[in-house]
């Protein structure tokens, strides 16, 4: 699913996965929301735009509409992409407003006689920042992983005006050394578990596919949903708080936030079912839940190896070539810990179970693939349909990401928040972890007919993450207490 990289930049024909976030069913976009410290003064913003995003071919390219769409490269005019609306100063809720305001552009198409972006830049002081920032790209002009990338790279240290963010990147666990025997009966026994992984993964994916459905829950959404108005809610909490329950639990940040994520649903939906029993109020009986649930979130997977900020940047000074495209592949996650557990930690436990076995796994390689041959031989319409009835047949999107390391600015505003989120697809709720500095930024994207209290599942995830921390200072206080 690449773009045409022996084209002119930004010219080329569109890219299966570009042609597919095109198609009725998967018309995708990106929101990414920057809170600011300062109030925004949009000539500075305009002026560094020309100097960095504009200079990339995917933002400078409009789409050619006809049989053969491809991308064709034109003049920007910044006056129709930045966006500063005249606002009320002495507005009464703000912080409702800026949610109302984002959750409005979800009902508008972008313009396809121009390029498919636009920044929006409202000037209302909210209880996170002085002004906000709302980017709003259309999936087509790249993955989620790589244009977030590419909005960092926009940034400059708040410390250092000249020096690009630091943001950290995964580290390869160096492997120890032993007999040759005993590394060749690993190697044999890591290929049977990826062999035999990732055929399950492809039949799970193929029965998805076919008939098997996730439990209708009070989160799931019916058909159509990808349609419906979608609203972004956040709520940032400490990072050196689930950085503290992976050091205490010897796993990752990822596999903490996914245990999270399924400690907070739980409470949210026990707290639902309890209030649809017809029998008493919600606080009658304990746990509300069916004995089994089937909840499972779809996964967006960039298999091209991501862009390095670094070459983002010198690429937009330059005007440089650099790899870019959406190579996506899909991964479908069960969220088996959906259940009223006695020990918090067991929600981290079973997230790390579930990451663990789908890195041995290469399903997102295989959808990918099939993906890209569908695209080919059956064309759009039909690709999209399975893309459509797989997503709409699991109940939700998840993602993390990770931001710079320490305050950075945007053209000189310094970001005091980060959130960024997807719209589009057939999901009533997408959970999206972005981290910034000291700091992690849960982003929802809800409908809000289905999941109408989104806060209150805010409040949940918050309260789980809170549990869980209380439940991992005490592994490092048993063996003292021990003794």
């Given at each position: 699913m690449a773009t045409d990289e022996s084209s002119p930049p930004g010219q080329g024909h569109l890219s299966p996965a570009a042609r597919l976030f095109h198609s009725p069913r998967f018309n995708c976009h990106i929101i990414a929301i920057m809170g600011c410290k300062t109030s925004i003064n949009p000539d500075v913003v305009k002026d560094g735009l020309k100097q960095t995003l504009l200079k990339h071919p995917r933002f400078s390219s409009k789409l050619l509409s006809n049989e053969k769409r491809k991308w064709v490269q034109t003049t920007v005019n910044l006056e129709n992409h930045v966006v500063v609306p005249n606002l009320d100063t002495e507005i009464e809720s703000p912080d409702q407003y800026i949610d109302d305001y984002i959750s409005h552009m979800t009902t508008t198409p972008l313009d396809l006689s121009k390029p498919l972006w636009e920044l929006h830049l409202l000037n209302v002081k909210t209880s996170y920042a002085e002004a906000v920032g709302v980017f709003r790209i259309h999936h087509s002009l790249g993955d989620g992983a790589s244009l977030m990338s590419l909005l960092i790279a926009c940034t400059r240290k708040t410390s250092d005006p000249e020096a690009l963010p630091t943001v950290p990147t995964l580290k390869r666990a160096g492997s120890s050394r032993s007999s040759l025997f005993w590394w060749l009966l690993c190697f044999i026994w890591?290929?049977?578990?990826?062999?035999?992984?990732?055929?399950?993964?492809?039949?799970?994916?193929?029965?998805?596919?076919?008939?098997?459905?996730?439990?209708?829950?009070?989160?799931?959404?019916?058909?159509?949903?990808?349609?419906?108005?979608?609203?972004?809610?956040?709520?940032?909490?400490?990072?050196?708080?689930?950085?503290?329950?992976?050091?205490?639990?010897?796993?990752?940040?990822?596999?903490?936030?996914?245990?999270?994520?399924?400690?907070?649903?739980?409470?949210?939906?026990?707290?639902?079912?309890?209030?649809?029993?017809?029998?008493?109020?919600?606080?009658?009986?304990?746990?509300?839940?069916?004995?089994?649930?089937?909840?499972?979130?779809?996964?967006?997977?960039?298999?091209?190896?991501?862009?390095?900020?670094?070459?983002?940047?010198?690429?937009?000074?330059?005007?440089?070539?650099?790899?870019?495209?959406?190579?996506?592949?899909?991964?479908?996650?069960?969220?088996?810990?959906?259940?009223?557990?006695?020990?918090?930690?067991?929600?981290?436990?079973?997230?790390?179970?579930?990451?663990?076995?789908?890195?041995?796994?290469?399903?997102?390689?295989?959808?990918?693939?099939?993906?890209?041959?569908?695209?080919?031989?059956?064309?759009?319409?039909?690709?999209?349909?399975?893309?459509?009835?797989?997503?709409?047949?699991?109940?939700?999107?998840?993602?993390?990401?990770?931001?710079?390391?320490?305050?950075?600015?945007?053209?000189?505003?310094?970001?005091?928040?980060?959130?960024?989120?997807?719209?589009?697809?057939?999901?009533?709720?997408?959970?999206?972890?972005?981290?910034?500095?000291?700091?992690?930024?849960?982003?929802?994207?809800?409908?809000?007919?289905?999941?109408?209290?989104?806060?209150?599942?805010?409040?949940?995830?918050?309260?789980?993450?809170?549990?869980?921390?209380?439940?991992?200072?005490?592994?490092?206080?048993?063996p003292h207490e021990a003794v």
């Open positions: 890591s290929v049977l578990v990826l062999v035999w992984n990732t055929f399950v993964d492809i039949m799970m994916f193929v029965a998805t596919t076919l008939f098997l459905k996730d439990t209708k829950t009070p989160i799931k959404g019916a058909p159509g949903v990808e349609l419906a108005t979608k609203l972004f809610v956040h709520r940032t909490v400490s990072l050196d708080h689930i950085k503290l329950i992976k050091n205490a639990m010897n796993t990752t940040i990822n596999d903490v936030v996914l245990g999270v994520t399924q400690a907070g649903l739980t409470q949210y939906l026990n707290r639902r079912y309890g209030q649809n029993q017809k029998e008493g109020g919600p606080n009658q009986k304990r746990n509300n839940l069916p004995k089994s649930i089937r909840l499972r979130a779809a996964i967006l997977v960039n298999l091209r190896p991501i862009v390095g900020i670094q070459d983002l940047a010198e690429m937009m000074a330059k005007g440089s070539k650099t790899r870019w495209g959406n190579w996506i592949g899909y991964l479908l996650l069960p969220l088996n810990n959906i259940a009223l557990e006695d020990d918090p930690l067991n929600y981290v436990r079973g997230g790390k179970a579930t990451s663990d076995r789908k890195k041995h796994s290469l399903e997102a390689i295989c959808t990918f693939t099939t993906a890209k041959l569908v695209l080919k031989t059956l064309g759009v319409k039909v690709a999209a349909a399975i893309a459509h009835r797989v997503l709409s047949n699991t109940t939700m999107a998840f993602s993390n990401m990770v931001g710079p390391l320490e305050d950075v600015s945007f053209y000189g505003h310094p970001i005091t928040l980060i959130a960024p989120s997807v719209y589009g697809h057939p999901h009533a709720l997408t959970v999206h972890y972005q981290s910034y500095v000291e700091k992690m930024t849960i982003v929802l994207a809800v409908d809000p007919s289905v999941i109408p209290d989104p806060h209150q599942l805010l409040d949940d995830l918050e309260d789980s993450l809170k549990l869980i921390r209380d439940a991992a200072v005490k592994i490092e206080l048993t």
